[in-house]
């Protein structure tokens, strides 16, 4: 007879009905039961909604190894990490995995990508009693985890109490103004194009609705939402901070308190309908923020404790 043992790692489990290679998730257990008040961390990864090489393992890894050895006091109030792949967009120039125009796992437009996102979410809160959860998403995965609690491309929002947003794309007009030639090189500017095409099609009005900077973050459309903390680098290559500044000015004219400085006293999540923005700068290139995983996984102990 075998027991199961904790901490305990699923791979790829299938939340959607047929089942699909994209649509599952990493499922990691500190223990057996919960307490409803444990929070789960889901990190929604990214890869401009199309590059095969940037999945829910292996974007996790790096991160997840540094919250279990350095952060072991945290699983205590953690109920569980999840890692959620959703289909991608097509790829077709990718170096090493071009995608084939008949694989429907990658040829996924929007909001089939938000919807997935949705739907392991979904997952999560039926089969494992998901309750408290806190967003983790990086570039295209902030914009999803965004998407997720405005409700853009879905019937239906769910609510986690914080997230946290890294590198991501907040409004794709001014990712493709700011990527226009003659500034912008025609070659980087034809990637640009080419993935936002991809993955929202070639309607300019679908690219200002989706945009999360045309969302509501209000207690209305997300009651449960507490916390956000919403990071960028000056190193990042390839996401530039206009985008930041600009989702900053959105929340801000939507009631949610800008706090710039690590321990400032405006900075109390605890009181009653208090909805706070941390603005925080991080270090390293785009992608190496999650290939190193440290910055992410002190910012993850450090919003869990301010939630507890
Ligand atoms: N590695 C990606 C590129 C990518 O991820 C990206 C490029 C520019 C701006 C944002 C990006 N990713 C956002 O999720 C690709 O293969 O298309």
Not at 19 to 27: A, E, G, N, V, Y
Not at 186 to 203: L, P
Not at 223 to 250: T, W
Not at 264 to 287: I, M, P, Q, T, W
Request: proline residues 6%; negative net charge.
């Amino acid at each position: 007879m075998s027991s199961t043992t904790y901490p305990r790692y699923i791979p790829s489990v299938p939340y959607s009905d047929p089942p699909s290679r994209l649509q599952t998730l990493d499922i990691w257990l500190p223990r057996s039961t919960n307490s409803s008040d444990s929070v789960w961390i889901v990190y929604v990864h990214g890869g401009a909604w199309r590059d095969p090489t940037q999945d829910a393992t292996r974007c996790i890894e790096p991160t997840l190894n540094h919250v279990l050895n350095s952060y072991t006091a945290l699983l205590d109030n953690i109920g569980g990490i999840a890692s959620l792949n959703y289909r991608l967009s097509p790829h077709t120039s990718h170096a090493t995995d071009p995608s084939t125009p008949h694989d429907s796992e990658r040829t996924a437009q929007h909001p089939q990508h938000i919807r997935d996102v949705a739907r392991g979410l979904q997952y999560l809160q039926r089969e494992y009693g998901m309750r408290r959860w806190i967003g983790v998403g990086h570039s295209c995965g902030a914009t999803l985890l965004l998407q997720l609690v405005a409700g853009i491309g879905l019937d239906s929002s769910g609510g986690p109490e914080a997230l946290i947003l890294l590198e991501g794309i907040y409004s794709f007009p001014l990712l493709l103004r700011n990527h226009a030639p003659p500034a912008c090189p025609e070659h980087i500017s034809k990637i640009y194009n080419d993935f936002i095409a991809g993955a929202f099609g070639t309607d300019g009005s679908v690219y200002t609705a989706a945009s999360p900077v045309a969302g509501k973050y209000d207690a209305e459309q997300w009651p449960e939402g507490r916390l956000m903390v919403i990071c960028h680098s000056y190193e990042d290559e390839l996401v530039e901070r206009a985008q930041r500044d600009f989702m900053c000015v959105v929340l801000d004219r939507q009631g949610w308190s800008i706090v710039m400085e690590v321990g400032d006293e405006e900075d109390e999540v605890r009181a009653e309908g208090r909805r706070v923005l941390n603005v925080r700068d991080l270090k390293g290139g785009h992608d190496w923020i999650w290939e190193d995983g440290q910055q992410i996984a002190k910012l993850v102990a450090e919003v869990v404790e301010r939630l507890m």
